[in-house]
C-alpha cells in the first residue's frame, strides 16, 4: 500500500461511520476546547494584572500589616465589610511617614468599608475609601469632571467625595459634580467624577467611592487601621536611594511600633516588582492547575480513542486478513490504523481549537479583561491533538498488524 492512500483511505472509513467517529472525536473536542479556553484565559489574565501592576511605575511602594500568622496580606484584596480589622498600621503612621522621611512624593492611606451609598431616594452598596489628597497622583486617577478633594479640604474635615463610573451609571444625575449624596447616612458633596478605573485584584474599582481619611475614620466610627499605606517614592524603588528611603521608613516606623531590636515586624514594605513577582506566580500556577484540569479530560478522550480502534479492529478482522492474503505488510496495516485514528484526534483537535477560541473569547470578555485566544495554546493543543492519535492509536495498530491472514479469514 503506498503511503499517499492512507489518508484517503482513513476518511473514507470515518466518513462510512460518521456517528462512531463524532462520538469518539467528542472526548478530544470536549479536552482541546477546555485546554484553549482555560490557557488562553489564564494567560489573558497574567497579563492584565501585570499590565495593571506595571502601570503603577517602578517608584511605588506599600506598607502592609502584618497578619497574626506572621504572613503578609500581599496579593490579598483588602477585607471590605470592615476596613483594618487586622493591622497595626494608622492614620498617624501615615503622617509620620509624610512629615518625618525624605526622598518621597506622596503618602496614601488607605481604610476601607462597604456602605450603602444614596441619593434622590436611589441607594447601591459601593466601597468606601478613605485616603488623603496624594492618593490622586500617587495611583495615578485620571478625573472625567471636577477634581480630587485638595489637601486644604482634607485638613478642613469637608464631607467631599469623588465617585467612581459605576455610581454614576447606578445613581444618574443624582451624583453629578456639585449634587449632594448620603454616605452612611452622613451628605457629602460630589466635587469629581473618576475615569473608568477597571478591575485590579478582583476589585471593581469603579465602584468606588473616595473620601478623606478622617472623615472616612469617623464614618467607622474612630477606627483609624489601615488595610495598607501607599508611598510614592522619588527615586526607583529597587536603586540605591529608593531602598535607602524604604529603609528610613522601616526604622520609623519600627521606633512608632516599639519593636524590640531583632524581632519581626508588625508590618511589611513591598514594592511594585514584589507585587508583580507574587502575582505572577500565582496566576501562573493557576493555569497551569486549569491546563491540568483540561488535560484529565484530554486523556479521557484519549482512551476512548483508543478503545473504539480496538473494537474496529475486532470488527474489521476478516478485513484485515483480506488484505493480508492480498500482499498487505504488517507495516501497512499499522499505518493504516494509526492514520485513522490519528485523522479522528486531529479532526477533533481542529473543531476543539475553534470552540475554545470561542469560549476564550466569552471568557475574557466576562472577566472584563483584554484577551482572546492563546496562539500558544492552539499550537499546543494541535500537537497535543495529533500526539493523543499517535499515542493511544498505536497499541490497536500493533494488535491489527499481529493477526494472522489464516487466523483472521477464519473469524466469525
Known amino acids: ?176 459634580v456639585g449634587s449632594e449624596i448620603s454616605i452612611g447616612n452622613r451628605p457629602f458633596t460630589v466635587i469629581g467624577v473618576m475615569d473608568r478605573r477597571g478591575t485590579v485584584g478582583g476589585r471593581n474599582m469603579d465602584n468606588y467611592v473616595i473620601i478623606p481619611a478622617q472623615a472616612a475614620k469617623s464614618l467607622l466610627v474612630g477606627d483609624e487601621r489601615l488595610v495598607l499605606i501607599d508611598i510614592s517614592l522619588a527615586d526607583a524603588a529597587d536603586s540605591a536611594q529608593g531602598k535607602a528611603t524604604l529603609a528610613e521608613v522601616t526604622a520609623l516606623l519600627r521606633d512608632r511600633h516599639r519593636t524590640p531590636p531583632g524581632t519581626l515586624e508588625d508590618f511589611s514594605i513591598s514594592t511594585q516588582a514584589d507585587l508583580l513577582q507574587t502575582l505572577q506566580a500565582i496566576t501562573g500556577v493557576l493555569t497551569i492547575l486549569l491546563a491540568a484540569i483540561a488535560g484529565i479530560s484530554l486523556l479521557v478522550g484519549g482512551i476512548g480513542v483508543m478503545n473504539i480502534m480496538l473494537v474496529s479492529v475486532r470488527e474489521r478482522t476478516r478485513e484485515i486478513g483480506l488484505r493480508k492474503a492480498l500482499g498487505a505488510r504488517k507495516r501497512d496495516i499499522l499505518l493504516q490504523f494509526l492514520t485513522e485514528s490519528v485523522v479522528l484526534t486531529i479532526f477533533g483537535g481542529i473543531i476543539g481549537i475553534v470552540i475554545g477560541s470561542l469560549g476564550a473569547i466569552g471568557i475574557t470578555g466576562a472577566m472584563e479583561i483584554k484577551g482572546g485566544p492563546s496562539v500558544t495554546a492552539i499550537i499546543v493543543a494541535f500537537v497535543v491533538s495529533a500526539a493523543v492519535g499517535i499515542f493511544f492509536g498505536v497499541y490497536p495498530a500493533r494488535r491489527a498488524s499481529a493477526l494472522e491472514p489464516i487466523e483472521a479469514l477464519r473469524y466469525e
Open 1 to 176: 500500500m503506498k503511503t499517499r492512500q492512507l489518508l484517503p483511505l482513513a476518511i473514507d472509513f470515518l466518513r462510512r461511520n460518521k456517528v462512531r467517529a463524532m462520538l469518539t472525536a467528542l472526548g478530544i473536542i470536549i479536552g482541546i476546547s477546555s485546554v484553549v479556553a482555560l490557557v488562553s484565559a489564564g494567560e489573558a489574565a497574567q497579563k492584565d494584572i501585570t499590565s495593571q501592576v506595571s502601570s503603577l511605575g517602578p517608584n511605588l511602594a506599600f506598607v502592609l500589616p502584618q497578619a497574626p500568622s506572621g504572613k503578609t496580606r500581599l496579593g490579598q484584596p483588602p477585607p471590605i465589610a470592615r476596613a483594618g480589622s487586622v493591622g497595626t498600621l494608622t492614620l498617624s503612621d501615615a503622617d509620620a511617614i509624610r512629615q518625618n522621611v525624605k526622598g518621597i512624593d506622596g503618602v496614601a492611606p488607605e481604610l476601607y468599608a462597604t456602605t450603602p451609598v444614596s441619593g434622590g431616594g436611589v441607594g447601591v452598596n459601593a466601597t468606601v475609601l478613605g485616603t488623603s489628597a496624594d492618593y490622586a497622583p500617587v495611583r495615578n486617577v485620571q478625573m472625567v469632571q471636577g477634581g480630587f478633594f485638595t489637601p486644604r479640604q482634607e485638613e478642613l474635615g469637608l464631607n467631599v467625595v469623588v465617585v467612581g463610573h459605576d455610581i454614576v451609571q447606578d445613581l444618574g444625575q443624582r451624583a453629578r
